[in-house]
């Protein structure tokens, strides 16, 4: 299973220290961007479930591209 935490600067090295501590955790440290997109990427794949589920309308592409 993968997590994403947000960890406040000031803990960060104490989360770390631990989490390294347990033998069946790994840890990678992933830049706020990275962050960010992937956030963003999960909102996206979530929206297009909710259109495929009829709980949410898709917007037409003329539209879409009229609005950039």
Do not use: C, W, Y
């Not at 770390?16 to 033998?23: A, C, F, I, K, T």
């Not at 909102?43 to 898709?58: C, Y």
């Amino acid at each position: 299973m993968k997590v994403i935490v947000d960890i406040k600067d000031s803990k960060a090295s104490f989360v770390m220290e631990l989490l390294d501590s347990l033998p069946f955790v790994k840890t990678q440290t992933i830049t706020a961007s990275k962050a960010l997109l992937m956030k963003e990427m999960k909102e996206a794949v979530d929206e297009i479930k909710l259109i495929k589920a009829g709980k949410k309308h898709a917007r037409n592409a003329d539209d879409f591209l009229n609005e950039l």
